[in-house]
C-alpha cells in the first residue's frame, strides 16, 4: 500500500512527539477525550437543525479499553466520524500551523516548551504509541476508513469495516526503554482512570472504562474472583455548572479538598455564573491559613483554567493579581480555545476581563466579610494581611485605592485591629493626622516615651509591628484625606503646638551653650539635640527630620545591598525631667560628667528604639562609672 507523506509542519511536530523528552505525557489522553467529546459535540449540533435526527443521550459515550498482552490502549467514541477525505486533511496536517510558527525554533527542540503550553491534540498519541491507528465511520457516510501512521515517515489510508458512526483510536503503547521511560503505566487501569479524573472528569458525555474488580464469589463466603466491570469514571456535571441553591457548604468544602486546593477548610467561597460579553463558571476560594510554601520561591499563584469542562492549564498566573495570590480555584469558560498558548493567553482579551470580574468579586467578597463576619475576617488577616499591604506598596501604589479598605492595624484603643475607616470615623474634630507608631512588638511600642503627648490628648495609635507596614502607609499617603503621621516626626500638627515650639525653642534659647555642648559631643550620631515638646515622664527620645523614620532604618539596613540608608535622627529631651538640671550642673562643673551622661542618654534613647548600641562594652563601662 502506499504510503502518504506528511505535510512538513506535522512532520516536525511528530517527530517531536515522538522523541519527547517531556516528563508530562500523560496528557495525550486528555487531548484524545477530548477530542472525542467534540466529536459527540459535533453530533450533537447537527441534531439541533437536522429535524431528521434525534439524540439520544445514552448513545453517545467515550469508551476506553486496555489490551495489555497486545499493549493496546482504545479510545472509541460515538461522536460524528471522518470520512476518507477528513482523515486525510485533519491527521495529515496541523490544522493551527500559526501555532507552531509562533515558536522560536530554539524553544521548539526540545518539546518541553511546545507540549507544556499548546494543545497538541492528536500527535500527542504519539509519545506513547509507536503505531496510532484510527478507525472511523463519518455520520452520512455508508463506508468506514482506516488511519495508519508508525511515525513521521508517513501514513496509510485503507477501506476498514465499522457498523456504528463514531472513531476508535488504537494506540499500540510503546515499550518501556530502561529505566528511562515507564510506558507500561499506560496499560493499568487505575492509572489510566486517575488520568482520566485529573484531566476530564468533567467532560459532558459518560467516559467508560471496563474495570476489574474483586469480588464475592457466588455462594461463598471467602473465595474472590476478578470481574470486569464497565463503569463510568468520570463525574460528568462539575459543581461550578451546578445550581448555587443545589450546594452545601460540605459541597464546595469536599471540591476544594478533591482537588487539594489547600489543607485547610476554606474561610469562604464565590461561585460566580457569567453569562454575558463572556461566559464563564468559577468557584474561588479564601483560604484560612497560609500554604506552607507561600512566602517561598516554589510559590506559584493561579488558578485552574478550563475550557468547557477540559482542563487546558493548571495554575494560569494571569488570573489573579498579585495581591490576591492566596485565592485558590478555577475558572471554566466556553469562549477560551483548548489551544491558546501562554504567550496569546498574556495579552487575550477574554482572559483580561474575567481576571478583572474576579478581581472584583474577591473584593467584594472580603468586604462583605470584613464587615459581616468579623472574627472571620480577621483570621484571613492573620494569615494574608501582609499580602494585602504588600500589595499596596508595589507597583508604585497603583492598588492602593482597591485594597486600602481592606487593611487593618492594631490600635491603641483596646488593642484590637481597627480599619482605617474606623479609625477616621472617630478622630477627634482637631486630630489633624492619623498617627502611627513603629516597633518590634506591641508591648514595646506602647513604651515608647514619643506616643506620651498623643497619649494624654486621647489620640489613638496605630501600632506597626510588620516591616512592609510603614513602606505601605508611605504609598498610601493619606487616608479619606488625612495623612499618616509618625508619632516620632518633627510635626506632630497638635493644636498647641505652637506654643508648645515656642516653649520648647525658648528653653533651647535659653539653655543655648549647653545644647551646643550636647550636639557637639554628639556629632556624627545626631543631626540635632532639642528640648522636647512631646516628653512626659520620659528624659529622652529620638524622634526623625525628613522621610525615613526610624524603623525604615532599620528595615533598609538588614537589606544586602543598603548603602547605608540612615534617617535624620534628633535626641529630644525633656526639660523638665531631673536628669536635665544633672546635665546642666555636669555642664558648670565637670565636662567629663557631661560627656558621660551625654552619651549615656544618646544610647538610651538607641535602646528605647531597639536600635542597637553602638559600643555596648563602652556603654555598660560608662553605666558603671555612674554607680560608683
Ligand atoms: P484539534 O483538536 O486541535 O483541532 P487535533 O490534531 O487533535 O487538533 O485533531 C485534528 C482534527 O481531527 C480535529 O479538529 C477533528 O476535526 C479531527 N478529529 C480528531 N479526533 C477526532 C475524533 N475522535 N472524531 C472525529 N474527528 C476527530
Same mark, same amino acid.
Given at each position: ?28 489522553? /486528555? ?6 467529546? $467534540? ?6 449540533? /447537527? ?52 501555532? +507552531? ?32 491507528? @484510527? ?42 526503554? =530502561? ?30 472504562? $471496563? ?63 457569567? #453569562? ?16 506552607? $510554601? ?123 485591629? @481597627?480599619?482605617? =475607616? ?46 512592609? #507596614? ?14 499618616? &503621621? ?19 525653642? =525658648? ?26 515638646? &512631646? ?56 565636662? #567629663?560628667? +557631661? ?34
Amino acid at each position: 500500500m502506499e504510503k502518504k507523506l506528511f505535510q512538513a509542519e506535522s512532520k516536525r511536530l511528530l517527530e517531536m512527539m515522538i522523541h519527547s523528552i517531556y516528563s508530562n505525557k500523560e496528557i495525550f489522553l /486528555r487531548e484524545l477525550i477530548s477530542n472525542s467529546s $467534540d466529536a459527540i459535540d459535533k453530533i450533537y449540533y /447537527r441534531t439541533l437543525t437536522d429535524d431528521s435526527l434525534t439524540f439520544n443521550q445514552d448513545d453517545y459515550y467515550i469508551k476506553l479499553s486496555i489490551d495489555k498482552d497486545n499493549r493496546i490502549l482504545k479510545v472509541e467514541d460515538t461522536g460524528i466520524g471522518m470520512t476518507k477525505e477528513e482523515l486525510e486533511e485533519n491527521l495529515g496536517t496541523i490544522a493551527q500551523s500559526g501555532s +507552531l510558527a509562533f515558536k522560536s525554533e530554539n524553544e521548539i527542540k526540545d518539546g518541553h516548551d511546545i507540549i507544556g503550553q499548546f494543545g497538541v491534540g492528536f500527535y500527542s498519541a504519539f509519545m506513547v504509541a509507536d503505531k496510532v491507528t @484510527v478507525i472511523s465511520k463519518a455520520l452520512d457516510s455508508n463506508e468506514a476508513y482506516k488511519w495508519e501512521s508508525s511515525g513521521a515517515d508517513g501514513y496509510t489510508i485503507e477501506p476498514a469495516t465499522k457498523e456504528t458512526v463514531g472513531t476508535e483510536i488504537i494506540l499500540t503503547i510503546k515499550e518501556n526503554e =530502561e529505566e528511562e521511560e515507564n510506558y507500561d503505566e499506560f496499560l493499568e487501569e487505575y492509572r489510566i482512570q486517575s488520568i482520566i479524573k485529573k484531566y476530564s472528569d468533567f467532560i459532558r458525555y459518560p467516559i467508560k472504562m $471496563d474495570v476489574t474488580e474483586s469480588k464475592l464469589k457466588e455462594g461463598t463466603e471467602d473465595e474472590y474472583e476478578q470481574i470486569k466491570e464497565e463503569k463510568t469514571i468520570n463525574s460528568m456535571i462539575p459543581i461550578w455548572r451546578r445550581n448555587k441553591n443545589e450546594l452545601t457548604e460540605a459541597d464546595y468544602e469536599n471540591f476544594y479538598t478533591e482537588k487539594r486546593y489547600g489543607f485547610d477548610k476554606p474561610l469562604a467561597h464565590i461561585h460566580t455564573s457569567v #453569562d454575558g460579553a463572556i461566559r464563564y463558571n468559577a468557584i474561588l476560594y479564601i483560604p484560612e491559613k497560609l500554604p506552607f $510554601d507561600y512566602y517561598s520561591k516554589e510559590f506559584e499563584k493561579g488558578l485552574e483554567l478550563y475550557s468547557s469542562g477540559v482542563l487546558i492549564m493548571e495554575k494560569c498566573p494571569e488570573l489573579l493579581p498579585d495581591y490576591f495570590s492566596f485565592v485558590k480555584g478555577m475558572v471554566d469558560s466556553e469562549d477560551l480555545s483548548l489551544n491558546i498558548s501562554r504567550e496569546i493567553l498574556q495579552q487575550d482579551r477574554q482572559l483580561k476581563r474575567i481576571a478583572n470580574n474576579i478581581e472584583k468579586k474577591i473584593k467584594t467578597e472580603l468586604q462583605n466579610m470584613l464587615k459581616n463576619d468579623r472574627d472571620k475576617y480577621e483570621t484571613f488577616y492573620e494569615s494574608f494581611g501582609r499580602q494585602l499591604k504588600f500589595g499596596v506598596y508595589s507597583d508604585y501604589g497603583m492598588h492602593k485605592e482597591v485594597l486600602q479598605d481592606l487593611l487593618m492595624f492594631v490600635s491603641s484603643k483596646e488593642k484590637k485591629l @481597627v480599619t482605617l =475607616e474606623e479609625y477616621v470615623s472617630r478622630m477627634p474634630e482637631e486630630q489633624k493626622y492619623i498617627y502611627y507608631a513603629s516597633g518590634d512588638s506591641i508591648a514595646r511600642i506602647e513604651k515608647l516615651p514619643q506616643t506620651e503627648i498623643l497619649r494624654e490628648k486621647g489620640y489613638e495609635i496605630l501600632y506597626f509591628t510588620e516591616d512592609v #507596614d510603614e513602606f505601605a502607609i508611605k504609598m498610601l499617603m493619606n487616608y479619606k484625606e488625612k495623612e499618616f &503621621r509618625s508619632v516620632a516626626s518633627g510635626d506632630l500638627g497638635l493644636e498647641d503646638q505652637e506654643q508648645n515650639e515656642k516653649e520648647a525653642s =525658648e528653653e533651647t534659647e535659653e539653655n543655648k551653650e549647653l545644647f551646643e555642648a550636647l550636639k557637639e559631643i554628639l556629632s556624627g550620631k545626631v543631626k540635632d539635640v532639642r528640648a522636647s515638646k &512631646r516628653l512626659r515622664t520620659h528624659p529622652v527620645c529620638l524622634s526623625t527630620d525628613g522621610e525615613i523614620t526610624i524603623e525604615m532604618e532599620k528595615i533598609l539596613q538588614a537589606m544586602p545591598d543598603n548603602q547605608n540608608v540612615q534617617a535624620e535622627k534628633i535626641l529630644e529631651i525633656n526639660t523638665n525631667h531631673e536628669v536635665f538640671q544633672s546635665l546642666k550642673s555636669a555642664f558648670e562643673t565637670d565636662k #567629663d560628667k +557631661l560627656n558621660l551622661y551625654t552619651n549615656l542618654l544618646y544610647n538610651q534613647a538607641l535602646l528605647i528604639e531597639g536600635l542597637p548600641v553602638q559600643d555596648p562594652v563602652e556603654f555598660t563601662n560608662d553605666i558603671c562609672k555612674v554607680m560608683v
